[in-house]
């Protein structure tokens, strides 16, 4: 984690307790979050992620900040304290009013936290696990992405300590849902695949980008159910996410993995093309920031 972080509408060094213990989100997993990638100064799609965040956050009774561009412009602070130009942010909206324990002097119905990262150095390709029901697509949260986010870290510790990168998570009806902080895709010939939201899957933003905007002729991209059956049949299986992009997957518990193709790499390509585009549309000069 970087020098400052964002607490509300102050820059603050990560070593002050800005923080209280009353506070409902924190003691109860009550927020929610978004991670963001910040290229060369920019908070790449960051309307979408400021969309989900505020569909989860009516979804869980969490208040939410009313002013995109507000929130847009406290975090872009926050990258020109820490000269993160291009790197990993963390925005977090916690709710602090509400259950049996909630602080008597709390003065807001919510807080925001924001920090930055470096990017993380995540290789080249994947080898996945598999957990049974890690998704309960039926839940009435499913797809969520909130505070309480302690069984994902245990699951993906869990897999790191069996020499895997990541979990595939399947849903109660065995189908293929997700990873614990990435979605996941199969290739075969020209269709492209990913599990409907129907599965318990998180509607991610690097997900809906390549469902939405992002063209490679003669590919094509659907939502389809997957089961583990249809991993091991594809020419390809990779995950998305805003940190990884787009990673292959080399090895999957217990299943052949094909690896054959290069869709993939035409897919990385063109969300790169995507990405830089944005990245020209919405650069602001931010003073500090190299040229």
């Known amino acids: 984690m970087h020098r400052f972080f964002l607490h509300n509408d102050k820059i603050l060094d990560t070593h002050e307790k800005s923080l209280a213990a009353g506070q409902t989100g924190l003691l109860n997993g009550w927020g929610v979050f978004s991670t963001i990638r910040v290229a060369d100064g920019v908070l790449f799609a960051f309307e979408r992620h400021w969309e989900r965040m505020k569909h ?82 039926q839940n009435e949260f499913a797809g969520a992405k909130i505070l309480s ?48 939201l129907s599965a318990g899957c998180l509607p991610g933003v690097t997900r809906e980008l390549l469902l939405d905007e992002i063209r490679v002729p003669g590919v094509t991209v659907v939502e389809r159910t997957l089961m583990p059956a249809d991993l091991e049949r594809a020419d390809q299986v990779f995950i998305t996410s805003t940190t990884r992009d787009l990673l292959p997957a080399v090895e999957i518990e217990g299943l052949r993995v ?34």
């Open 258 to 291: 094909q690896n054959r193709g290069a869709v993939v790499d035409e897919l990385v390509k063109a969300l790169e093309g995507y990405r830089h585009a944005y990245v020209q549309r919405n650069a602001t000069p931010v003073l500090g920031q190299p040229r």
């Open 56 to 137: 989860d956050a009516t979804r869980l009774r969490v208040p939410f900040p009313a002013d995109l561009e507000a929130l847009k412009s406290q975090l872009l602070r926050l990258v020109e304290a820490n000269s993160a130009w291009n790197a990993t942010l963390r925005v977090t909206v916690i709710r602090n009013r509400g259950g049996m324990f909630e602080a008597p002097d709390q003065e807001r119905d919510f807080d925001v936290v924001a920090f930055t990262k470096d990017l993380n150095a995540w290789g080249t390709s994947v080898r996945l696990a598999l957990k049974a029901n890690g998704r309960h697509a």
């Open 149 to 196: 986010w302690c069984h994902n870290l245990a699951w993906y510790e869990e897999a790191h300590e069996r020499g895997f990168d990541e979990v595939v998570l399947l849903n109660e009806r065995g189908e293929v849902s997700e990873c614990t902080s990435a979605n996941i895709f199969v290739a075969n010939g020209g269709e492209v695949a990913t599990p409907p």
